[in-house]
């Protein structure tokens, strides 16, 4: 009971912030410079008269202020984002074909990076001074200065001209047309370099948050108390001590979807991998607002369902929280 | 009115003025982030006074490699256009942007924190939700639509990553204003009476300093890192160089010409190694006590 | 025949800035079904004399001199692997802290179920009401719903029974009871306290009792050492220590506690308090470290430590002008 209660209450916060989002998208739309038919027409000027009579009369932009927010609010929750008038679709059609890709590439990159961070993070703390430790703080020093792009390009070198071992461009290979088990085998080893680009700028983080947090975690009462009762220093480390590290790691790792899914747009520009990111980038510089809008929406989106699933994980490892609120 | 300022006083007589200093130095990765920060800036200040080349004027034959040719030391890049001309002038730019991105969002975040932390109740609430809603628009992205939305000029670029970037800084500030409002000496100013903005700006803020100018350093970074992004994606004024710029504007030569892509973004990468090194140094010279963390 | 035997102990900690002794050649033995108190003030040693005998010291902290023998066999030379089969199986030790001394991530059923699995081979079923037995044993009624409950959502007193439970779980040889009560109030105390009395009735478990307070060793205890600065300052049973103190310190100890003056009045003016604070470790030269506090201190206190010697058969005083009484 206490707990549908609970989700319904999120899920309703979640409805209210993905209005706000909406309310934010149809508000650009009017604040940007010119007339709003032709900003929706992305032509800026150029659209022909039918076209902006259209849009007018779709988007009611005779109507009040309001009642053309509460037009456009209605269409939104029908799952209709406008039309792209540049790739002549509805923009959610759009969206919809390319987020897999992302999706796949994310969450790739966000495993890598939990993993990854957890099992250096981990390894680090048991000895503070030595080489995993100050591989760790290297690592998180040369993930955070290192533009995420640039990596990205500085990889391709590496493996599209040094070693060219991994495929630099796209979800799989065209010319293969492979099918099955070997198209899927096609998809990973494209992933590899993009995933890896992505994630290791937070598994970089992550491992020394991990450090950080096991570290203190080691010092707790409870620890001496497994130490007490005979446990080995693995059960220690990985059933006492982990669990609890663990919590500040979910919590960063729910805190920043919203700037992984920032580093994918990136990372999927330089690696032409044909998510959300290479969408909005080609919008952008077609001008295709509809289009835009749709991407910071459905992002919007997935952010927000990462932080309702971020915080049933914190529920799930943390006890102390599971009643309150 | 005098009371209160003493207690300021003796307050800030406790803060890590000289002491912090004194750890700072002996840091070697503390004064190793000073010194690329210093020299990153001397070059953006000076660099193109003493080496006056246009960077976007054709020069040389295009994608010489460094050291090929004694017009352009480190280059040219797809165009003929001199590289060490593109970095220095590219500096300007990006530290520009960089430090006013990273100005407003301290601003902006200070402002909604120290606000919400002191006031608490119904302030508090709406300027958290406002928080939480920008915490769900992901960052560089929301950056891109502002700017495609307005203008790719400098102005633009700066604001739009202040806006996107304050969440932190506001969560933040709050923390510390919740602390600080609760200690004895707040407590005994608000008592006797004190005007609340006096309270909240000279009173707590001083106190809560320390992790604000903390957070402000390594805001700078990231700054910098969303400006690159930007101009990487030409999403930054393209009559303006930059690194970013240099990055985006050579990637589909780099396979033949590695120095245009590589070199900006090494400069990128000491730029906000040297920044988060400060950051990291005075972190650790404001709390002694957190060393080795 | 004595169960543990601890024989001139010295426990030295180490760091860069030096190098002191924490403990400083304590001797003791304990026999079945008794109980052993160990007093003195806050620092004087008596948690890292407890936590050499689990060979659970701190980082730093190391046995340097001396032998702990448990049913006659050597703990200090064991390997660690056999050192964890003794741990919370014939040998277990309950904290100061309850409030942290238990893993905020797992109920407490578990927690207690983790010994049972780590030193028995019972099956699942067999531990559940094994957990559930210990549980009721400790006085805790509804003992199916209390196992399934966080230590969040236990009070202090319930804690530390479950920590008596979990101690006592595989009937061990010796508890080292770490002032267990120290964080709880005092009705809670003495019910910890009464529950001690009756498990040990049962078991005939050693009890070593951690504790600076002179009114619970009265009642608690057989025999007593009494500890200053990491050396022994007296030992023998507590009906002589108790009653006919040879030490000035001891004396100073009793006087604390109103009660345990007998055949005096009352009053508020008798409670008194050792003047003086304990020296810091490293300050300590070549005396008797008490000097600095003593009304009978003198010339040669201060030149040489006292060597233990026996004021009557089973009580030693380290002092050189010990007073008969
Ligand atoms: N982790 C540690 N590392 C180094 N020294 C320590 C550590 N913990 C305690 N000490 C030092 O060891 C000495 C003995 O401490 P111990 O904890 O045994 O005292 P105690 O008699 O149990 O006191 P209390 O009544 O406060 O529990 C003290 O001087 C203390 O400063
Ligand atoms: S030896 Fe001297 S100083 Fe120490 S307790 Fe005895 S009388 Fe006091
Ligand atoms: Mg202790």
Redesign the interface.
Known sequence: MGLIWLIGKRLLYAVALITAVLVLNFSLLHLAPGDPADVIAGEMGGATAELLAEIRALYGLDKPFLVQLGLYLQRAYQGDLGMSFYYNLPVVDLILQRLPATMLLVFTALSFATVGGTVLGVLAARKPGGFTSSMVTLLSLVGYAAPIFWTGLMLIILFGVVIPIFPISGLYNVAKMATGLSRAVDIAHHLVLPSFTLGVVYLALYSRLTRASMLEVMQADYVRTARAKGARERTVYLRHALRNAILPVVTMAGLQFGSLISGAVLVETVFNWPGLGTLVFESVIARDYPTVLGVLFFSATLVIAANLVTDLVYRMIDPRIRLQD | MAAVESVTRSQSARRPGADAWEIYRQSPTAMLGLVLVLLISVLAIIGPLVYPVDPFEIIWAPMSAPGTTERALLGTDYLGRDILAGLLVGAKATLIVGLTAAALTVIIGLVIGALAGFYLGMIDEILMRVT??F????????A???V????PSLWVVAVSIGVVSWPPTARLARAEFLRIRNLEYVTASRASGVRQGYIIWRVILPNALPPLIVSATLTI?TAI?FE??LS????SDPNVMSW?LM?GSG?EY??DA?WI??LP?VM???A??GV??VGDGLNDAFNPKLR?? | MSVLKVDHLCVDYRSRAGHIRLVDDISFDIQPNKTLAIVGESGCGKSMTALAMMRLLPDGATITKGVITLEGDSLTDLPEAQMRDIRGASMSMIFQEPMTSLNPVFSVGEQIAEVLRLHTDLDKQQIREKVQALIRSVGISDAGQRSSAYPHELSGGMRQRIMIAMALACSPKVLIADEPTTALDVTVQAQIFSLLRDLQARTSTAIVLITHDMGVVAEMADDIIVMYAGRLAERGSVETVLSRPAHPYTRGLIDCVPHLQLGSNISHKSVTEIPGVVPALETIGAGCPFASRCGLSEERCEAAMPELSEVRPSHQVACWNYQET
């Open positions: 939480e809603f915490q769900v628009l992901p960052p560089l992205l929301f891109m639509v502002l495609t939305m307005l203008s970074g890192l690159a992004g990487f994606l030409g999403l970013g990055i990637r780099m396979l590695w892509v590589t973004g990128i990468f000491f906000v190694l988060s090194l080795r963390r």
